[in-house]
């Protein structure tokens, strides 16, 4: 299914429109959704005929002994109905189980697949612990609300018609008068309170999403707490979330418990009147002892699961608000999306081209000003400039995770917002700053750059990003577990894991970000040599801080808040005697100081 809504989701659905985006991934199951229903239609029948089966039974034994004959029939049909409604209940049961799974895993596999075609600024401005947590609640609610639905309400209302239509044909119109205004009344009761209680559940929801990211965010950043010392802080700021959380579980409590009580009270009333016309009915003899025994029969077998229906219905209403933020989600707008007719991208040789970029992440805070560079296919371009002038942003442009403002972006002559987004970053492998690596093994994290490569081109990447040796002489060699985000390997370790990924994807064009401004001059050296062997005959942007690794380039722009302001050689740069110079001068007398 493809997303071509755009803008932001939704600020409230209702439970109709919750609904209405359940059902076309139930529907996928048709046939067993009706083999199903036609189960519980029979299983349904089934137990509504069981009490007429037993008022005859009872009657035929309560006749004088000189007349009573055993019932055969009787108590045969009893026999047949009983076995009917658990034969049929339980095949009902097991057509459903895959619907209900089914649609779950359809769900949960294209939301992952669609936060993943969700623009980086709505990934950088998300949470994940409470993201998680959201998509964790609404896949649980799918469950519920199937299988209370489809088990317990349908049921509940089929039998209520049916046992009605049997008082009132049986029974004098009180009778029916008497169920059906019970009825009415217990669930319009359970409906307005419901309704009332439902804002202590979305509130409930949002503390414990918040309390959630807020758990999980200072894990991830475990180190930073350790710095600082600021574990008291961060658990006095958890545990305000969980005491605001606790607030409205305990209103949530009460209200749950009053609504109990109203229906109880309810129910007993209604039995109460319905019992008193049955023994009514005896005394004047307009009725048998069967015929009480009937009315009792259908009085447990509809009062039993309506009270359970209380419960269901405020289930189910907790179960749509679970899953209101989670299809609120699958209704975020993709920002940045394939154009109609959008084209493949397919060159082992591609030249990159800026034409009068405008770019800013919020409109009131523009980035880049007209920007124009060229980098013919094979070359090397560098961007330097200080801290905010904008040279990250070229490679997140590069890569669509944003559109341009103004101007374009183009390879081969083709602007980049005509090609597929998935044959464009096929083509382009970075080698970021912060390299940031699965929790998972060596072999694994490098192999990510090409999943389908066999265990020797794995290794031969890993040769040529000279790690090869090193994982080697680790203990248990390319299994070793690397930690959450790569901790468990030192910087220049995650920089040739990094490296060896990109030469395994092998992509015509390379980006190397500020790729060993974190490390120590020793390190930098080596993978500078490495990284100058990689970007042979590729089409290559380095974003540098350093000077000295930039000086081989073809060329270099010099960039200032987000504007161009020399372009040329580092020979070129050096005679015109501007920006870059001082910046060389500067970091050249910071190397001698050294």
């Not at 697949?113 to 609610?141: C, N, P, V, Y």
């Not at 403002?405 to 700053?433: F, K, M, Y």
């Not at 040739?496 to 390379?510: C, D, G, S, Y």
Request: charged share 20%.
């Amino acid at each position: 299914m493809k997303f071509t809504h755009r803008g932001p989701a939704p600020a409230n659905r209702n439970d109709m429109q919750t609904l209405k985006s359940l059902l076309p991934y139930v529907w996928q199951f048709k046939g067993r959704v009706l083999a199903a229903l036609s189960c519980l239609i029979a299983a349904k029948i089934a137990s509504v005929i069981l009490p007429l089966f037993l008022k005859d039974i009872v009657d035929k034994l309560s006749l004088p002994a000189t007349l009573m004959v055993l019932p055969v029939a009787a108590l045969l049909g009893y026999g047949f109905a009983r076995l009917a409604s658990s034969v049929f209940g339980e095949l009902r049961d097991a057509l459903f189980a895959r619907v209900t799974q089914g649609s779950i895993r359809r769900i949960a596999a294209q939301l992952f697949e669609h936060l993943f075609a969700l623009s980086l600024r709505f990934h950088m401005q998300r949470q994940t612990g409470g993201l998680s947590r959201d998509i964790e609640r609404g896949t649980k609610g799918i469950g519920f609300l199937l299988n209370f639905m489809v088990f317990n309400i349908l049921p509940t209302l089929l039998e209520i018609g049916m046992v009605t239509a049997i008082l009132l044909w049986r029974y004098d119109w009180t009778f029916a008068v008497v169920t059906l205004g019970t009825i009415a009344v217990y669930v319009l009761f359970t409906l307005f309170v419901t309704e009332k209680r439902m804002v202590y559940r979305r509130s409930m929801n949002d503390l414990d999403s918040k309390a959630n990211s807020k758990a999980i965010d200072a894990l991830i950043n475990y180190e930073t707490v350790k710095y600082f010392g600021n574990e008291k802080y961060e658990l006095n700021r958890y545990d305000n979330n969980l005491g605001k959380w606790v607030d409205s579980a305990v209103k949530n409590q009460i209200s749950l418990n009053f609504l109990n009580m109203g229906q109880g009270v309810i129910i007993t009333i209604g039995i109460t009147l319905l019992l008193w016309l049955s023994a009514d009915g005896v005394v004047n003899k307009t009725m048998s002892v069967g015929d009480v025994v009937l009315v009792s029969a259908y009085l447990t077998q509809l009062y039993a699961p309506l009270n359970f229906l209380g419960f269901v219905y405020r289930e189910i209403k907790h179960a749509l608000a679970d899953m209101e933020r989670m299809f609120g989600l699958m209704e975020q707008g993709q920002e940045v999306a394939d154009r109609k007719g959008a084209m493949p991208l397919q060159t082992s040789q591609a030249s990159i081209q800026f034409r009068h970029v405008d770019f800013g992440y919020e409109a009131n805070r523009q980035i880049l000003y007209d920007v124009n560079f060229t980098i013919p296919a094979g070359r090397t371009l560098a961007v330097v400039g200080s801290s905010g002038a904008g040279k990250s942003t070229l490679s997140r442009l590069l890569f669509r995770f944003y559109d341009v403002s103004g101007g374009e972006v183009t390879i081969n002559g083709v602007d980049i917002r005509d090609l597929t987004q998935a044959s464009l970053r096929q083509h382009i492998g970075i080698v970021p700053q912060d390299t940031v690596l699965f929790n998972d093994s060596i072999l694994y994290n490098i192999a990510y750059g090409n999943p389908g490569a066999t265990q020797e081109e794995i290794y031969q990447a890993a040769k040529a990003a000279s790690i090869h040796e090193f994982v080697l002489g680790l203990p248990e060699g390319y299994q070793t577990q690397v930690g959450e985000r790569g901790l468990k390997l030192s910087g220049g370790e995650k920089q040739r894991v990094a490296i060896a990924r990109t030469l395994l994807k092998n992509p015509p064009i390379l980006i190397l970000d500020e790729a060993t401004s974190a490390l120590d001059t020793r390190t930098e050296r080596a993978i500078q040599e490495e990284l100058r062997q990689i970007a042979k005959n590729r089409t290559t942007l380095i974003i540098a801080h350093r000077l000295s690794t930039i000086v081989e380039a073809d060329e270099i722009i010099v960039l200032d808040h987000g504007k161009v302001l020399e372009q040329g050689s580092h020979r070129d740069l050096l005679l015109q005697g501007g920006r870059y110079t001082q910046m060389w001068a500067l970091q050249q007398a910071a190397q001698d100081e050294d």
